[in-house]
């Protein structure tokens, strides 16, 4: 794993933890389904495409948009990594 | 102070307004109709595809520009400018973000012309506030999907041409395209409204209607998080500039009048009372304007804080909207309950944008959600408190 790649990860995971609706402060795991734990709505789901396609450059294909690819850190940083693969 | 200049088509919408629909707006209301020939004229300037991509014959404005052209038609004619909303912004600029290649080649040009006319249909008789709970149903069915279910309130319903409708299967909703003449989907006028009178906003029935599999908008099971979630913030922003739109005309009418009408041997922008409805009035406008320029920068920024600001926006132009629409009936006596001015009307224009698009209520419970986020005092991260301790 290159190091741009763990900053977009990063930076991915401080956008979600700044948008968490938790009175305490959680620890948010990699594999944590965000949208099932009720730390975010699926409102959030639209900022996360645009957020993930304005830090990586990366434009997500249609069939890509479906929330289980933007439901953990895990998820996304998977759809990130394809799409770097694949270019 | 240099003057800005104004976008060619911002100009030609102004002059428009003016023209055009701010002499008739008071009959396409009482009337119940925004004439065809009203909306022909709009596409043939180019204004229902303005905010579309130029490669597929849209003008591309950017999101500021498009707030000052749907301020600009919106002030000369609410209904009017309910057409920006529904077609350009919740259905055009939607399939533009999300629709695949071909929906993009196929309708995007049709819209932009205005050879077709699209509306969005979510709200249901028994569903609205909460949009996720959706009744009309789908069904993968062999060659596509099969819809049925009814919408209620859909604006311009009753004579769109292309239906962008929210259905749902097994807890699950998904965004289809459904055109005129599909059997099985009819709409019916609906009537006696107090306001958004000449937009034509219809109930349509959807019974067994079969569209094909590239009737579907974004992936199965898409609809709400992103589909419905990407249409509802480019409608709020519309909304939030058609807040701004009302509140400027109905100023504009209390100034006419508060600098002609004299009462007690003075004018009546001379009595002290009425320069604090004037001045809530200017304050107001001048608030709306620059909370919606904020949004509209972010959106042409691509910056992600646009999708709460926008609830903000909305949220508080709508309010003021209603607030000094009634300030303006307020001026103007009995004056301002007579048709043979626009304020009365635009008082109870006014009043729908604190239902549609995200009601006052579920505004406040976002932009709370938002606010306990935004405005959290956090405790100094460690190492910075240390280093201080010194
Ligand atoms: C002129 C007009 C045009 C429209 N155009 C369209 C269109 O083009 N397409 C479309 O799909 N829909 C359209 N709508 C429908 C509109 O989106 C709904 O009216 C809106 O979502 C509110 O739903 P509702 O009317 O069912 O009210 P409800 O959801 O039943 O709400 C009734 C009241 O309860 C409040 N409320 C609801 N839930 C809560 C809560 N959790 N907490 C506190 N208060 C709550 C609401 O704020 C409201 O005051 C239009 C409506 C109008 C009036």
Known sequence: ?87 | MVAQAVHPMVAQARTFADEVLRPQAGRFDSEAAVPREVLAQMAELGFLGARLPPEYGGSGLDALDYGELTVAIGKGCPSTRAILTVHTSLVGETLARLGDAEQKRHYLPLLARGEKLACFALTEPEIGSDASSVRTHYQAVAGGFLLNGRKRWITYGAIADLFLVMASCDGQMSAFLVERGTPGLTTRPLHGLMASRGAHLAEIDLDQVLVPQSALVGRLGAGFSFVANTALFYGRYSIAWAGVSLAEAALEEMVGYARKREQFGKKLRQHQLVQAMLTDAVAGVQVGRALCEKVGRAIDAAADEAVNEVNVAKYVTSRLGVQITSDAVQLLGANGISEEYPVARLYREAKVLEIIEGSTQIQQMLISDYGVRRYRVLPPKREVARAARG
């Open chain 1, 1 to 87: 794993m290159d190091n741009q790649f763990n900053a977009l990860c990063q930076q991915i995971r401080e956008f979600v933890e700044a948008n968490m609706n938790v009175d305490d402060e959680v620890a948010l795991k990699d594999d944590d389904n965000i949208f099932r734990l009720g730390y975010v709505s699926s409102l959030f789901a639209m900022r996360l495409l645009n957020f993930i396609e304005s830090i990586s450059g990366i434009t997500v294909a249609d069939e890509d948009i479906v929330l289980p690819n933007f439901s953990s850190i895990d998820a996304m940083s998977a759809l990130i990594q394809k799409y770097r693969s694949a270019a």
